[in-house]
């Protein structure tokens, strides 16, 4: 596999440094640290957001610490969670005395490190709350996770828990809000081709020509179902199905992500969010918005995830809400 790369060992380190020089205008690097945080980081009076996670994911996660957004983002190697010291240094970053909220994905290894780096920051005095994302409606425990995992409907918890904070609201409104778009989001993923970690040097999975893995993670972990090679309506039926028989989504609004996986066309991507309008709409499911485009990849793995957001009136305005974060403008 041919990778735009100097050195394996120096991935992260590179592209940390080059997206810090990329957009000097709005975020920093917390120094000998991976953390990527605001430019006017900690913010007075605002409760802080810390979410990250490995990378291999871009534009998450670096791509929505801003305004609106994130505070920070802690990075970690490809498909690695940060570590505990990494995260309490995004955390300390962030803190202006409002207390800090972490958005952590439901895979142990970020459970885990974020859940220390929280006591450890505790033990500093530092008010802290988590909570966890378990969007993914695919499976209820995989390889990386207890439970179901955390994948690209984390967006929306970061776009919705920033904007709440943004207004002044208080850590326990925050965690209140960002619980209820846990509860009310779904997602679903499908693999084409698999993708390649660099230092591994080979496909995670390998799938045949006329093969495709339902259900897949963002680690470039396999799914729980290969099957002969759909059209896009078919695919995207099996996706949407699955999703609205996990919530009652009769007679509601929602938001809609169809997120590129790292290597799907955008062309691809709008034949696939039709095939969701067109679900949606017979089922008298009315869509508020819509994102399609890369926003939680697995490097250059070729497919798509489906999210679906329940959305009442607070979500709707905080969904709304103004953003300059990189990859998440509004």
Request: hydrophobic share 40%; net charge negative; proline share 3%.
């Amino acid at each position: 596999m041919k990778k735009v790369l100097n050195s394996t060992d120096q991935v992260v380190e590179e592209m940390l440094d080059g997206f810090v020089t990329a957009h000097a205008d709005s975020v920093k690097r917390i120094p000998d640290t991976t953390v990527i945080a605001r430019k006017d980081a900690p913010v007075s009076g605002k409760v802080g957001l810390v979410s990250g996670g490995g990378s291999g994911h871009e534009p998450a996660h670096g791509g929505y610490v801003g305004k609106g957004m994130l505070d920070a983002a802690v990075v970690g190697e490809v498909f690695t969670s940060p570590t505990p010291d990494q995260v309490l240094e995004g955390i300390k970053a962030t803190d202006s005395g409002s207390g800090v909220l972490l958005i952590i994905k439901n895979y142990t290894g970020d459970v885990m490190n974020f859940d220390m780096a929280a006591e450890l920051a505790e033990a500093e005095g530092i008010t802290v709350e988590k909570v966890i994302v378990n969007d993914d409606v695919a499976v209820e425990d995989s390889t990386f996770t207890t439970g179901r995992r955390g994948i690209a409907g984390t967006v929306f918890v970061h776009k919705i828990a920033g904007a709440i904070a943004e207004s002044g609201a208080s850590l326990a409104e925050v965690k209140a809000a960002a619980e209820k778009v846990i509860k009310n989001v779904r997602s679903m993923g499908v693999a084409l081709e698999s993708c390649t970690v660099p230092a591994a040097g080979k496909p995670s999975f390998t799938l045949k020509e006329d093969e495709v893995e339902i259900g897949i993670g963002i680690h470039g972990e396999p799914g729980i179902e290969r099957v002969p090679l759909q059209s896009a309506n078919e695919i995207t039926s099996t996706l949407v199905a699955k999703i609205l028989a996990d919530i009652d989504y009769t007679n509601s609004e929602v938001a809609v992500l169809v997120n590129g996986m790292g290597a799907t066309p955008e062309m691809e991507l709008f034949i696939v969010h039709r095939q969701v309008a067109k679900m949606l709409g017979e089922k008298g499911i009315n869509i508020y918005k819509t994102w399609v485009g890369e926003y939680m990849t697995s490097l250059e793995m070729t497919g798509f995830s489906i999210s679906l957001l329940k959305l009442d009136d607070q979500l709707k305005e905080a969904l709304d809400g103004q953003s300059d974060a990189i990859a998440f403008r509004l």
